[in-house]
């Protein structure tokens, strides 16, 4: 069992910057491919982006390549988006996941990821 806690949202102007964090739990001895959702009230969850256990693959929904980057400290088994040039599309709440399978590279569907944390709400606004 894993568990995940988020941290970091808020509420932010738009063109600015906010940083989420993702601590894991429990059962950290185990590598996971770990990612980040998008999910508003009544929307299908969206993915965001995801990173390999090892931070040698990541992968990015179209909407945050270059403005958002994935990192992952295993010392801290703490994952962490960084997002940049925030626009009000993005204003959401934020779901980190884990993926306990092993795979070359990170999925981006939601059936793949088998543990999940409550989520941080970030919005932006103009």
């Known amino acids: 069992q894993v568990m995940l806690v988020e941290s970091g949202g808020g509420l932010v102007q738009a063109g600015g910057s906010l940083r989420l964090s993702c601590a894991a739990s429990?059962?950290?001895?185990?590598?996971?491919?770990m990612a980040w959702f998008g999910q508003t009230p009544g929307m299908e969850s969206e993915f965001v982006c995801a990173?390999?256990?090892?931070?040698?693959?990541?992968r990015y929904a179209g909407s945050g390549e270059g403005r958002f980057t994935l990192s992952i400290d295993n010392a801290k088994n703490t994952v962490s988006l960084q997002m940049n040039s925030l626009q009000l599309e993005v204003t959401t709440v934020y779901y980190c996941a884990a993926d306990t399978a092993s795979r070359w590279y990170p999925s981006n569907r939601r059936e793949d990821y088998a543990y999940w944390g409550h989520g941080t709400q970030v919005t932006v606004s103009s």
């Open positions: 429990g059962r950290t001895s185990i590598s996971y491919i």
């Open positions: 990173i390999s256990a090892s931070g040698g693959n990541t």
